[in-house]
């Protein structure tokens, strides 16, 4: 499946500009090194402070570890050439820049076959573009191709933000998300994160 080209949304300036992007999908096995380590480095940019102010922590090795789980896919988003839309994904140039990409794994939640978001980053220079939600489309376009039951991914309670972009898209939380827990001395502890999902129409 290689996913299509795209322009920005509500953007008309970027519009004008005609400013196309691609998106190649890999797995594991098959991301270069190199779109590797800029994907890594957009997590560290992007995220590596909401990891370490929440109880998770962050630990580059372990991350880089989650990031090579051999059943991990990732949608890649780079600005279109006439070189990357002539070749195939085996012979693409290495050396592009990453603006942004989405990571996913089809698991098993409480029995049900899901696609699992596990990471979407873009880079600062085509942020509020509209390509994050075209990325997400493309993710639930594949969960729904295969037939899961759900979409679902692990969002930190203080992103706000990322909070309401995924309930734009129908995400809403999901059974299986931590519920606050109060403690014996009467204080309520809420968890740092949130689990959403968005239910696949079954047939």
Known sequence: MNPPNLTPENNPQQQQQQQHY???????????????????????????????????????????????????????????????????????????????????????EDGFEVVYCYEVHLAASVQRQGLGAQLMRVFLRIGERLGMAKAMLTVFRANGAAIRFYERLGFGVDESSPRPRRLRNGTVKDSDYRILSREYARE
């Not at 940019?45 to 990031?67: L, V």
């Not at 988003?77 to 794994?105: H, I, Y």
């Open 22 to 108: 691609t998106i190649t999908l890999y797995t594991a096995a098959t991301l270069p090194p190199t779109l590797f380590t800029q994907c890594f480095q957009l997590i560290e940019t992007t995220s590596a402070d909401a990891y370490r102010a929440s109880s998770i922590g962050w630990s580059s090795p372990k991350k880089r570890k989650e990031m090579q789980l051999p059943d991990i896919k990732y949608l890649i988003l780079r600005r279109a050439t006439p070189q990357s839309r002539e070749t195939s994904p085996e012979n693409e140039q290495e050396d592009e820049e990453v603006l942004g990409f989405l990571s996913f794994m089809v698991t098993y």
